[in-house]
């Protein structure tokens, strides 16, 4: 849908931003999907990976963040998992000032022991 330009054409614009939207929409959701079917079958380092694809589409979720950190924790790179945490906490402080949710901190203290 990109690369195709139509000279005053707002409303077909808009139908290409909302179809591009949906579909961004819907691959989260089956990226998220696999991520906790490869978590719920141990598959630790595949669901690592649907997770970092979720993660370049939304790189401020905490949730995406905490469920591939655990796969990492849980494949044995704890160090990979708190750094990833870290990362993350301090991005979200510098783009929109919000604290780490409750879940993050408290595998970061779960990792740190």
């Not at 696999?34 to 690592?48: L, Y």
Request: some cysteine; hydrophobic content about 40%.
């Amino acid at each position: 849908m990109k690369g195709i330009p139509i000279p005053n054409a707002p409303a077909y614009e808009e139908c290409v931003d909302r179809t591009r939207a949906m579909l961004d929409r819907r691959h989260v959701q089956a990226l998220r999907a696999s991520m906790r079917d490869a978590m719920a079958g141990s598959q630790w380092r595949e669901a690592a990976t649907f997770g970092v694809r979720w993660l370049e589409h939304d790189p401020l979720s905490d949730e995406a963040v905490r469920l591939v950190a655990e796969s990492e924790l849980m494949s044995g790179d704890a160090d990979g998992a708190l750094i990833r945490l870290d990362a993350h906490i301090q991005r979200a402080r510098a783009e929109d000032g919000r604290p780490p949710s409750a879940a993050l901190v408290a595998l970061r203290q779960r990792l740190e022991t």
